[in-house]
């Protein structure tokens, strides 16, 4: 009998919309204190400088209120879970917007105050169930602000490994959200219950075809903190590197995941 399909779990629309403006506000503060000499440092996405990485912040947030001024789609196209799977078709026209977009905006700060007061302006009046026509398909809002906590919570991981002592504050809620969206995305790239993924102390899934366990402790179990979860789901980080660091435990024959990751790219 194949594997039941994984329920999306829920998340509460109004700490998902607070943790969003929250992690964004965290991250305009950070940005307005770097210095000319910090804005052209590398970063770990290539050819991307922190100018262009703080601008992309702006543009996956913008996204939201971009696609409220929209027309309303007719239906659904993509849920949660679906969503990590369909972002790698949008990579190059992201990465030229993104560019584009830094070149325009010398001045981060003012772009930062705009995108901040136009997604404010917006969620204020937007139920969780209005379609938005993303361009990775058409998906609820409340769905939608889920996927940039992810956004967020990445992106700022990128800026404090690109600027030595920046150090942006995480905001609990949109890592818990972040986190619990990649476990089940990997849950269902590979669905099965012969290993258990623990992400302490926010998620916990089975995933991997195999023998089931039904009590005790499995025999395959993989277990990491928030931010090495995110960077692993993410390409940020290889498997290899993250075990041989002990960032990783994993115990078992089935606890491999080097074939499974990143999920996003």
Known sequence: MPPAKKRARTYDPVKIRTAVLAQFGN?????????????????????????DLAAHVTMAVETVSRNLDREEPAKAELTLLDWPSATAVRAA????????????NPDLDALYARTEERLTERLATAPGTRLLAARTGAMALADYLVTRTVELVVHTDDLNAAVPGLDIPYDRQAVAAATRLLADALAVKA????????????????????PRHTRGTPPNVVETDPLTWVRLATGRLAWKDAVEEAKVSASGERADLTELLPLLS
């Open 93 to 104: 026209d992201i990465d030229e917007g993104t560019r584009e977009l830094a070149q325009a």
């Open 191 to 210: 669905p099965g219950g012969a290993t258990e993924v623990r992400v302490p102390p926010y998620a916990v899934v089975q995933c991997v075809e195999g």
């Open 27 to 51: 991250v305009r503060q950070a940005v307005r204190t770097l210095t000319a000499e910090q804005l052209v440092l590398p970063t770990r996405l290539p050819g991307w400088s922190v100018r």
